[in-house]
């Protein structure tokens, strides 16, 4: 617990930290299992009852995976594994003793567009992060969103190109749809500027976005994109533990064994078509939600100029004094 108080005392030490809390706490809400944040008083609720509790709950056979990945006889395995494990038992009637985990309630967007400001005056630059829901990794569409993403990022990529070097906006810029296993991610966009930049950042990437939209990518553009994803596959087989924890993982979220075969399969089939239809379904410019942590006094234009910036909400980042008559649970 002294731990956790420490990071809890130094979580608005970085701007980028910041800038990331507080855009999940927009889009999910800040009562969200995906962007809750721990406070004093939430952790002095906890004894240590309640860990043993928990772990007694949760933690049995029957309750988990198990996964061995090496040079090995199986059958000598399995009886290790015995040897090892044979005594530890599921507790008594425990589909009645042991809690269900929590159903939770499915996820939307919380904040629909929107300017939002941490205002740093020590600053001399903003941290910049723009977007809305995103989805999961099982959208058939999936692997035509990753190469969009690619057609945005990295060496080559139009926002690097555009933002960064033509117009020198950023010291550092993205733009990519992310996806969860089991719960929607996020599309965010951002990076990091100077004062004075701000705006014209914001600006200049989100003309980016609507290009995509508005204009099919080059046969160059896309045969670049999904070499570089294609390229990056070797990475998942890099070490024992990647395959085991893969393997493991499509296992836990009920995924195809072959999900990542067949991954790769449909980014090689994606078309110039398919990057504009996927920019066009799953890119929103105008429902978009804007956090800037930075020094408004230094940030020209203001950034009312914004889309949705007719009222710029500040946010309040100040942590909770801890009380210490807090010991036990409330």
């Known amino acids: 617990k002294n731990q956790i108080r420490g990071s809890i005392a130094r979580r608005n030490d970085d701007p980028g930290s910041i800038a990331q809390r507080e855009f999940n706490k927009l889009i999910y809400g800040a009562d969200s299992p995906y962007a809750r944040t721990a406070e004093y008083a939430t952790l002095a609720n906890i004894t240590r009852d309640d860990v043993v509790s928990f772990h007694q709950d949760y933690f049995y056979p029957s309750n988990m995976l198990l996964s061995i990945y090496g040079d090995f006889e199986p059958t000598e395995m399995r009886s290790l594994i015995e040897q090892t494990f044979g005594a530890w038992q599921n507790p008594a009637n425990t589909a009645a003793s042991s809690p269900s985990p ?7 967007q919380q904040t629909s567009g929107g300017v939002f400001l941490v205002d740093q005056p020590q600053l001399t630059q903003s941290s910049i992060l723009f977007g809305h829901l995103g989805g999961e990794r099982d959208n058939p569409d999936y692997p035509e969103l990753t190469v969009m993403n690619q057609v945005l990022n990295g060496l080559g990529g139009r926002l690097l190109n555009e933002v960064r070097s033509r117009q020198g906006l950023a010291y550092s810029v993205y733009a990519f749809w992310a996806a969860s296993y089991d719960y929607p991610g996020i599309f965010i966009a951002g990076g990091d500027t100077r004062s004075d930049a701000t705006v014209p950042f914001v600006e200049s990437t989100i003309a980016e976005l609507e290009a995509i939209q508005q204009t ?19 990475f998942n087989f ?6 085991l924890d893969r393997v493991v993982r499509y296992d836990f979220y009920d995924y195809p064994e072959d999900f990542i075969f067949q991954y790769r399969r449909d980014v090689e089939a994606t078309t110039v078509e398919d990057v504009q239809r996927v920019a066009q379904e799953y890119l929103k410019p105008e429902n ?5 942590v930075g020094n408004e006094e230094a940030i020209a234009p203001p950034l009312s100029q914004l889309p949705n910036g007719d009222e710029v909400i500040t946010l309040d980042i100040s942590i909770p004094e801890p009380d210490v008559a807090l010991s036990g649970r409330s």
């Not at 890099?238 to 395959?243: L, T």
Request: proline share 8%.
């Open 102 to 108: 929590a159903s939770l309630e499915p996820v939307t």
């Open 216 to 234: 099919p990518i080059t046969e160059a553009e896309l045969a670049q994109a999904k070499d570089s994803v294609i390229n990056s596959f070797v």
């Open 238 to 243: 890099q070490s024992p533990s990647q395959v």
């Open 288 to 292: 978009l939600v804007i956090l800037v």
